[in-house]
Protein backbone atom coordinates (compact mmCIF):
# COMPACT_ATOMS: atom_id res chain seq x y z
CA UNK A 1 0.00 0.00 0.00
CA UNK A 2 1.02 3.69 -0.69
CA UNK A 3 2.98 5.01 2.62
CA UNK A 4 4.49 8.22 1.95
CA UNK A 5 3.08 11.32 -0.04
CA UNK A 6 5.12 13.94 -1.20
CA UNK A 7 3.73 17.64 -1.60
CA UNK A 8 4.39 19.37 -3.83
CA UNK A 9 4.78 17.80 -6.48
CA UNK A 10 6.52 19.89 -8.46
CA UNK A 11 9.01 22.75 -7.13
CA UNK A 12 10.90 25.27 -8.96
CA UNK A 13 12.91 27.67 -7.44
CA UNK A 14 15.66 30.23 -8.22
CA UNK A 15 19.40 29.27 -7.25
CA UNK A 16 19.67 30.27 -3.27
CA UNK A 17 16.55 30.05 -2.37
CA UNK A 18 15.24 27.51 0.20
CA UNK A 19 13.18 24.74 -1.42
CA UNK A 20 10.64 22.92 1.17
CA UNK A 21 8.69 19.36 0.12
CA UNK A 22 6.59 17.64 2.80
CA UNK A 23 6.06 14.00 3.13
CA UNK A 24 2.84 12.59 4.80
CA UNK A 25 2.32 8.39 5.51
CA UNK A 26 0.02 6.62 7.40
CA UNK A 27 0.91 4.16 9.28
CA UNK A 28 3.65 4.37 12.48
CA UNK A 29 7.33 3.69 11.27
CA UNK A 30 10.21 3.09 12.94
CA UNK A 31 12.16 5.59 10.58
CA UNK A 32 11.64 7.92 7.64
CA UNK A 33 14.25 8.47 5.51
CA UNK A 34 14.84 10.98 2.59
CA UNK A 35 16.44 10.17 -1.25
CA UNK A 36 17.25 11.87 -3.92
CA UNK A 37 17.45 10.90 -7.69
CA UNK A 38 18.91 13.10 -10.60
CA UNK A 39 17.69 12.06 -13.31
CA UNK A 40 18.75 8.75 -15.12
CA UNK A 41 20.94 8.44 -12.38
CA UNK A 42 20.37 5.96 -9.25
CA UNK A 43 18.96 6.85 -5.43
CA UNK A 44 20.82 8.74 -3.08
CA UNK A 45 19.98 8.05 0.83
CA UNK A 46 20.27 12.02 2.05
CA UNK A 47 19.08 11.47 5.52
CA UNK A 48 17.47 9.19 8.39
CA UNK A 49 15.02 10.32 11.37
CA UNK A 50 14.41 7.92 13.49
CA UNK A 51 10.58 8.09 15.26
CA UNK A 52 11.85 9.37 18.12
CA UNK A 53 13.57 12.21 16.71
CA UNK A 54 11.96 15.87 15.87
CA UNK A 55 14.41 17.35 13.59
CA UNK A 56 18.09 16.35 12.26
CA UNK A 57 20.50 18.51 10.48
CA UNK A 58 22.58 17.20 7.42
CA UNK A 59 25.06 20.19 5.71
CA UNK A 60 22.34 21.82 3.68
CA UNK A 61 19.40 19.64 4.73
CA UNK A 62 16.98 19.90 7.70
CA UNK A 63 14.43 17.20 8.12
CA UNK A 64 11.71 17.30 10.80
CA UNK A 65 9.33 14.51 12.02
CA UNK A 66 6.01 15.18 13.47
CA UNK A 67 4.46 11.37 14.56
CA UNK A 68 1.37 13.25 16.38
CA UNK A 69 0.59 14.41 12.71
CA UNK A 70 2.44 11.86 10.32
CA UNK A 71 4.15 14.12 8.17
CA UNK A 72 8.03 15.19 7.60
CA UNK A 73 9.63 17.87 5.81
CA UNK A 74 12.36 18.70 4.10
CA UNK A 75 14.29 21.84 3.63
CA UNK A 76 17.17 22.47 1.41
CA UNK A 77 18.97 25.75 2.30
CA UNK A 78 20.81 27.92 -0.63
CA UNK A 79 19.94 25.73 -3.13
CA UNK A 80 21.96 25.04 -5.98
CA UNK A 81 21.86 24.09 -9.47
CA UNK A 82 22.27 20.09 -9.25
CA UNK A 83 20.06 20.02 -6.35
CA UNK A 84 17.74 19.82 -9.19
CA UNK A 85 16.66 15.92 -8.82
CA UNK A 86 13.82 14.13 -7.68
CA UNK A 87 12.98 14.02 -3.85
CA UNK A 88 11.61 10.94 -1.78
CA UNK A 89 10.39 9.82 1.29
CA UNK A 90 10.35 6.58 2.68
CA UNK A 91 9.60 4.51 5.61
CA UNK A 92 9.88 1.52 7.29
CA UNK A 93 7.13 0.45 9.48
CA UNK A 94 6.84 -0.04 13.04
CA UNK A 95 7.99 -3.55 14.25
CA UNK A 96 9.14 -4.54 10.86
CA UNK A 97 12.65 -4.60 9.51
CA UNK A 98 11.79 -5.24 6.26
CA UNK A 99 10.91 -3.39 3.05
CA UNK A 100 10.68 0.54 2.84
CA UNK A 101 7.99 2.41 1.36
CA UNK A 102 8.28 5.07 -1.18
CA UNK A 103 6.29 7.78 -1.46
CA UNK A 104 5.65 9.69 -4.95
CA UNK A 105 8.36 12.21 -5.14
CA UNK A 106 8.71 15.68 -5.60
CA UNK A 107 10.51 16.65 -8.73
CA UNK A 108 12.53 19.97 -7.91
CA UNK A 109 13.84 22.26 -10.45
CA UNK A 110 16.65 24.99 -9.66
CA UNK A 111 16.58 27.90 -11.82
CA UNK A 112 19.54 29.49 -12.43
CA UNK B 1 33.97 -1.13 0.65
CA UNK B 2 32.00 -1.21 -2.99
CA UNK B 3 28.60 -0.18 -3.15
CA UNK B 4 25.78 -2.45 -4.25
CA UNK B 5 26.53 -2.66 -8.33
CA UNK B 6 23.49 -3.27 -11.07
CA UNK B 7 24.44 -4.35 -14.44
CA UNK B 8 23.65 -3.14 -17.44
CA UNK B 9 22.86 0.51 -17.16
CA UNK B 10 20.85 0.50 -19.46
CA UNK B 11 18.80 -1.68 -21.54
CA UNK B 12 16.47 -1.14 -24.78
CA UNK B 13 14.65 -4.39 -26.19
CA UNK B 14 11.99 -5.61 -28.38
CA UNK B 15 8.77 -6.56 -26.86
CA UNK B 16 8.75 -9.70 -26.43
CA UNK B 17 12.31 -10.20 -25.75
CA UNK B 18 13.63 -11.88 -22.56
CA UNK B 19 16.30 -9.28 -20.33
CA UNK B 20 17.81 -9.82 -17.35
CA UNK B 21 18.78 -7.52 -14.85
CA UNK B 22 21.79 -8.25 -12.24
CA UNK B 23 22.45 -7.15 -8.77
CA UNK B 24 25.59 -7.06 -6.86
CA UNK B 25 25.03 -6.29 -3.18
CA UNK B 26 27.31 -5.07 -0.76
CA UNK B 27 29.49 -8.12 0.36
CA UNK B 28 28.36 -9.48 3.53
CA UNK B 29 24.88 -7.65 3.26
CA UNK B 30 21.54 -10.55 3.64
CA UNK B 31 19.13 -8.51 2.66
CA UNK B 32 18.28 -7.71 -0.98
CA UNK B 33 15.80 -5.29 -2.32
CA UNK B 34 14.17 -4.52 -6.20
CA UNK B 35 12.39 -1.47 -6.48
CA UNK B 36 11.29 0.05 -9.82
CA UNK B 37 10.08 3.67 -10.77
CA UNK B 38 8.02 3.59 -14.04
CA UNK B 39 7.24 6.29 -16.48
CA UNK B 40 8.61 8.74 -13.33
CA UNK B 41 6.01 7.45 -10.96
CA UNK B 42 6.63 6.51 -8.05
CA UNK B 43 8.82 3.75 -6.86
CA UNK B 44 7.93 0.77 -6.07
CA UNK B 45 8.98 -2.68 -4.06
CA UNK B 46 8.90 -5.73 -5.96
CA UNK B 47 10.33 -7.94 -3.62
CA UNK B 48 12.78 -8.55 -0.43
CA UNK B 49 15.57 -11.71 -0.10
CA UNK B 50 16.82 -12.27 2.97
CA UNK B 51 20.03 -14.97 2.03
CA UNK B 52 18.85 -16.80 -0.79
CA UNK B 53 15.50 -17.02 -0.02
CA UNK B 54 12.23 -14.51 -1.03
CA UNK B 55 11.42 -13.01 2.00
CA UNK B 56 8.40 -11.21 0.52
CA UNK B 57 7.40 -10.89 -2.80
CA UNK B 58 4.20 -9.09 -3.04
CA UNK B 59 5.40 -6.21 -5.14
CA UNK B 60 6.15 -8.51 -8.14
CA UNK B 61 3.47 -7.58 -11.10
CA UNK B 62 2.94 -10.72 -12.61
CA UNK B 63 4.70 -14.07 -13.66
CA UNK B 64 6.41 -12.86 -16.08
CA UNK B 65 8.97 -11.19 -13.61
CA UNK B 66 11.54 -13.76 -12.09
CA UNK B 67 13.83 -12.99 -9.37
CA UNK B 68 16.79 -15.50 -8.11
CA UNK B 69 19.35 -14.89 -5.35
CA UNK B 70 21.47 -18.17 -5.60
CA UNK B 71 23.72 -18.93 -3.27
CA UNK B 72 22.67 -15.86 -1.12
CA UNK B 73 25.18 -13.49 -3.63
CA UNK B 74 24.59 -11.43 -6.34
CA UNK B 75 21.03 -11.65 -7.93
CA UNK B 76 19.10 -11.57 -11.00
CA UNK B 77 15.31 -9.94 -11.77
CA UNK B 78 14.96 -12.02 -15.12
CA UNK B 79 11.48 -10.64 -17.27
CA UNK B 80 10.21 -12.40 -19.75
CA UNK B 81 8.52 -11.71 -22.41
CA UNK B 82 8.76 -8.18 -22.10
CA UNK B 83 6.25 -5.97 -22.31
CA UNK B 84 6.05 -1.80 -22.98
CA UNK B 85 4.68 -1.01 -20.11
CA UNK B 86 7.89 -2.68 -18.13
CA UNK B 87 9.83 0.35 -19.31
CA UNK B 88 11.21 1.89 -16.44
CA UNK B 89 14.52 2.55 -13.54
CA UNK B 90 14.86 -0.69 -11.42
CA UNK B 91 17.05 -0.20 -8.51
CA UNK B 92 18.30 -2.72 -6.35
CA UNK B 93 19.45 -2.18 -2.86
CA UNK B 94 21.09 -4.01 -0.05
CA UNK B 95 21.54 -3.61 3.75
CA UNK B 96 22.90 -5.52 7.06
CA UNK B 97 20.67 -8.53 8.98
CA UNK B 98 19.44 -5.78 10.69
CA UNK B 99 19.84 -2.06 9.63
CA UNK B 100 18.00 0.71 10.81
CA UNK B 101 20.03 2.97 9.10
CA UNK B 102 18.90 3.71 5.69
CA UNK B 103 19.26 1.55 2.64
CA UNK B 104 22.86 1.38 -0.09
CA UNK B 105 20.99 1.57 -3.62
CA UNK B 106 22.80 0.72 -6.60
CA UNK B 107 22.39 3.10 -9.47
CA UNK B 108 19.88 1.61 -11.46
CA UNK B 109 19.20 -0.22 -14.59
CA UNK B 110 16.82 1.64 -17.21
CA UNK B 111 15.12 -0.45 -19.34
CA UNK B 112 13.44 0.38 -22.65
CA UNK B 113 11.09 -1.77 -23.87
CA UNK B 114 10.44 -0.70 -27.33
Known amino acids: SQQGEEDPQALSIQEGENATMNCSYK?????LQWYRQNSGRGLVHLILIRSNEREKHSGRLRVTLDTSKKSSSLLITASRAADTASYFC????????????FGKGTRLHILP | EAGVTQFPSHSVIEKGQTVTLRCDPI?????LYWYRRVMGKEIKFLLH????????ESGMPNNRFLAERTGGTYSTLKVQPAELEDSGVYFC????????????FGSGTRLTVV
Open chain 1, 27 to 31: TSINN
Open chain 1, 90 to 101: ATREMNRDDKII
Open chain 2, 49 to 56: FVKESKQD
Open chain 2, 27 to 31: SGHDN
Open chain 2, 93 to 104: ASSQDWSPGGYT
